[in-house]
């Protein structure tokens, strides 16, 4: 029984002893964190994200508990983490301008009756070929497919007259169209 404990021991005195060095060293955090994070990017919620696996990373074993060796290993932690937060925030805002809902998900995507695997290689299919449409025919397709926004106010939007709209997405329509017959889906 003492063998047990005496790893558990030493395992928790290593967390507080890295979290008496984070404590030291907050403000070098903070300040490093707010320098990596991009404007849509919570700071304090990064840091203490990354504050939460250094310590259990500690406790492990797995990180060293030296004040410069411990900041080295947080400053490439928060880096790493800003960078996988700003690699979301763009997927997520690419998302919302393809799909143009707000969690940037096609409601075809993760429609509860899309049950079998042809209904969702189709919807796949589909979202490929807008997505090789130029940006201004893709627009067109989802705002009025996936939003069901009228030709008419969508002309009225872009201060472009209603023919000039109707006929550049009667052209995206034949591009998808085309675009699905080389993926041999229709």
């Given at each position: 029984?003492?063998?047990?404990?005496?790893?558990?021991?030493?395992?928790?005195?290593?967390?507080?002893q890295?979290?008496?060095?984070?404590?030291?060293?907050m403000h070098r955090l903070l300040?490093?964190?707010?320098l990596q994070?991009?404007?849509d990017t919570d700071v304090e919620v990064l840091l203490s994200g990354v504050i939460e696996r250094v310590v259990q990373a500690a406790a492990q074993g797995r990180v060293p508990v030296q004040e410069?060796?411990?900041?080295?290993?947080?400053?490439?932690?928060?880096?790493?983490?800003?960078m996988r937060q700003r690699q979301r925030n763009v997927n997520r805002r690419?998302?919302?301008?393809?799909?143009?809902?707000?969690?940037?998900?096609?409601?075809?995507?993760?429609?509860p009756r899309m049950e079998n695997a042809d209904a969702q290689l189709r919807a796949k299919l589909l979202r490929n070929a807008v997505r090789q449409l130029p940006p201004e025919q893709a627009e067109l397709i989802l705002l009025h497919i996936w939003q069901e926004i009228s030709i008419a106010e969508i002309a009225r939007r872009c201060s472009t007259p209603e023919s000039t709209?109707?006929?550049?997405?009667?052209a995206a329509l034949r591009a998808v169209k085309l675009n699905l017959n080389h993926s041999d889906i229709c």
């Open positions: 029984m003492p063998d047990s404990s005496k790893p558990q021991s030493t395992g928790n005195e290593a967390r507080e890295c979290r008496l060095c984070l404590r030291a060293l300040a490093y964190a707010r994070a991009d404007a410069e060796d411990l900041l080295r290993y947080c400053f490439s932690s928060i880096r790493h983490e800003a690419m998302a919302e301008s393809l799909y143009g809902g707000q969690d940037g998900v096609a409601p075809t995507e993760h429609h709209i109707r006929s550049r997405y009667t």
